[in-house]
């Protein structure tokens, strides 16, 4: 088992003050909250440091992870020493927490409640499973025809000896066609178990998109950067493009812009009001390298009387 | 550390019909429906229904009350500070989104012009 330096999980002294403490785990739970930060790893690092306040946000704790040392370093092989931790006493009952082996070693798995005004103060007649929340990142393709993927979950789970331990729990799930990004889809029964006769929780995956090569999406519609040359885009004309069903012919008009978005009804995510396909028109022109475009682009030089820099007052 | 598999599993799109009471909603999230009242005043949640005793709760309600939930517990925010940061996500989802389209056409654009600023 590995040392786990909590101080510099959280960035402050050792003799940081409670107050320093909880001002350092504050910001850093601000920042790397799964919900507030996308980042892969956010969940991962908001673990460590709500296990680092956990030890340190309480005297009791503190003085008796100080107990074990100054000397270790992070990553360092450990072993509690024996009987290291008589004397301590600290409240909050065993079970719960999902924190390190370090941890536990520690303080039991002990965790002390920090539930905010939200908690319900009674929970005895609750019968029902508690839910799950989760987030599950899947291809655009998926929400686009639906699509069968499996998941890991850790949940913290009970033995029979009434041991709380972490579990990985596999679930192959059948995502629906249609789904958004932030949109949360629901799994009946595979929330916490409910007690007696009483039903499980739910589960509930929140949406999210890995970026696609070719699709960019907001809310229901999709973008693409359509490639037109310069006489396309000031003529006009029928050009091929992809779309998620199919390639289309699509019509651009003349006098386009750069940027131009140009929109294709009901080719975007698939729903009972689908979502828009747009076409980002992205002009290109070929480069003057050859005698010949070298000349065309001279007599367009020559001919057409065009100052793009009319509205720069110079 | 056990692992368990089991076979595949429909999953629902959540449903935007109000379905739940109060009462049923706060049994369901395990939280208080005082503090639930408070969410819907701050229109973290959307109740439909004119009087208390009438709200009616989606799904929905019961995702947005459980991230609610968690910035309570995690972060101490109250239901102001709450419905702000669900605010302030929801605009910088929808900005990021925007960039993300506008940064397609600014890479086509990079062939030619972007790092390259020549001094002159």
């Known amino acids: 088992m590995e040392f786990k330096d909590y101080y510099k ?41 709500g296990e680092a306040y956990e030890a340190l946000g309480t ?21 509690p020493p024996p009987n290291w931790d008589a004397g301590f006493e600290y409240s909050g009952a065993p079970g719960g927490g999902d924190f390190s082996d370090f941890f536990s070693s520690i303080f039991g798995g002990a965790r002390g409640e920090r539930a905010g005004r939200s908690g319900r103060a009674h929970t005895a007649f609750h019968m029902r499973g508690e839910d799950h929340h989760a987030a599950i990142v899947i291809d655009l393709r998926d929400a686009l025809d639906g699509a069968t993927r499996t998941i890991t979950l850790r949940i913290p789970d009970m033995d029979e000896g009434g041991h709380v331990l972490v579990r990985d729990k596999n679930l192959t799930v059948q995502i629906p066609k249609g789904v958004t990004e932030g949109q949360s889809i629901r799994l009946k029964g595979q929330g916490s178990p409910g007690m007696g006769e009483a039903p499980a929780g739910d ?32 003529l006009g004309a029928s050009v091929k493009m992809p779309t998620p069903s199919g390639a289309i012919m699509l019509k651009v008009p003349a006098g386009s812009a750069y940027g131009r978005e140009l929109r ?15 076409a980002v028109l992205k002009i290109v ?10 000349k065309i682009y001279e007599e367009m030089a020559k001919e057409l009387a065009f100052d793009p820099r009319a509205g720069l007052g110079v | 550390m056990t692992d368990t598999t089991i076979g595949a599993i429909p999953a629902e799109p959540i449903g935007t019909d109000p379905v739940y009471s109060l009462e049923e909603l706060s049994i369901v999230c395990n939280v208080e429906t005082a503090w639930v009242v ?9 109740a439909r229904g004119t009087t208390v005793s009438e709200w009616r709760f989606s799904s929905v309600s019961i995702v947005r009350l459980a991230k609610a939930k968690r910035f309570d517990r995690d972060l101490g925010l109250n239901p102001a500070g709450i419905a702000l940061v669900f605010d302030l996500l929801g605009e910088i989802d929808r ?4 960039l993300n389209v506008l940064k397609g056409a600014r890479t086509s654009l990079a062939d030619r012009s972007s790092d390259d600023r020549d001094q002159v």
């Open chain 2, 38 to 46: 408070e969410l819907v005043e701050q229109g973290i949640i959307e």
């Open chain 1, 285 to 294: 022109w070929p480069p003057a390298t050859d005698e010949k475009a070298r």
């Open chain 1, 203 to 234: 589960l509930y995956l929140e949406i999210r998109f890995k970026p696609d090569p070719l699709y960019r999406v907001v809310g229901k519609d999709l973008y693409l950067d359509l490639p037109v040359t310069l006489w396309e885009a000031a």
């Open chain 1, 59 to 79: 005297a009791e704790k503190r003085a008796a992870y100080d107990q074990l040392g100054k000397d270790w370093k992070a990553g360092q092989e450990f072993k």
């Open chain 2, 95 to 98: 900005l990021k989104a925007r």
């Open chain 1, 9 to 49: 999980t959280l960035g402050v002294e050792r003799d940081a003050t409670q107050d320093d403490i909880k001002k350092a785990y504050r910001q850093l739970a601000r920042k790397f909250h799964p919900d507030i930060n996308k980042e892969a790893d956010a969940e991962a690092k908001f673990k460590e440091i």
């Open chain 1, 264 to 278: 294709i009804r009901g080719r975007g995510i698939p729903a009972a009001e689908p979502g828009d396909l747009y």
